[in-house]
């Protein structure tokens, strides 16, 4: 599979990315290497490789490649999918294990926290308290699975956590963070747009600008105005 993925890279899509995805010294992506292979076309590739079990999508996650660790959690994520309930547990603990280390960028994060974190805590409530763990993390990319895991909660219109995850958060320092938080307001909003308000006038003052910008995206204009300029 690495072989098959390396064949298809592109070095000027690669120095997009590295551009993109922050991988300069000091940047949240530091160090990141990337092979320049579009997100359809590693859809397409891991599907060749369904086969793989669990120790080997495991390795393929660990890759020091971009692209490689996101093709194994497109296979982490087809495996839990198809599991029986009892038995994605297995899948849920191999995601914890690698978060800080290897899901390490934004978009491996909002591809796989809402399938495997959220899919796997939808049902199982009392364990949702590693995700207030989670989001006091030291670790970007901890808080960020926090957050994006209750994208599945909201879907299914339960906005407890979500709300609470987002409360935590609010002090938190990163944009990144900001934008999650606000992403995840804005959704409740879609579904219930009197709770998310009722969080953002409880919270006003509070609310980092760019996290207030994404959660009222959707506002009528004078609506949006009157959050931005109170």
């Known amino acids: 599979m690495r072989k098959e993925l390396k064949r298809l890279g592109c070095k000027k899509q690669a120095e997009i990315y590295r551009r993109f995805f922050k991988t300069g010294k000091g940047e949240y992506g530091e160090g990141d290497i990337f092979w320049g292979i579009r997100v ?108 994006l895991s209750c994208l ?7 906005f407890e956590d979500a709300l609470g995850i987002a409360e935590k958060l609010l002090e938190d320092k990163h944009d990144l963070i900001h934008k999650a938080v606000g992403w995840m307001l804005r959704e409740i909003g879609k579904r219930d747009r009197e709770t998310e308000e009722r969080f953002l006038k409880k919270y006003k003052g509070k609310i980092p600008r760019t996290a207030l910008r994404y959660a009222i995206e959707k506002f009528p204009e004078k609506k949006r105005k009157g959050y931005l300029f109170a």
């Open 40 to 147: 359809p076309v590693l859809r397409k590739v891991a599907k060749n490789y369904s086969g793989l079990n669990l120790p080997e999508i495991e390795e393929f996650l660990q890759d020091p490649v971009h692209e490689v660790r996101m093709t194994a959690l497109l296979l982490l994520i087809d495996k839990f999918s198809k599991r029986k309930e009892a038995e994605k547990g297995e899948i849920y603990e191999i995601y914890l294990k690698n978060i800080r280390r290897h899901i390490n960028n934004w978009d491996l994060v909002d591809l796989s926290a809402p399938w495997i974190m959220g899919g796997f805590l939808k049902e199982r409530k009392k364990e949702r308290r590693k995700l207030y763990q989670l989001a006091q993390s030291p670790s970007l990319w901890e808080r960020r699975v926090a957050m």
């Open 152 to 158: 599945t909660f909201i879907r299914n219109n339960d």
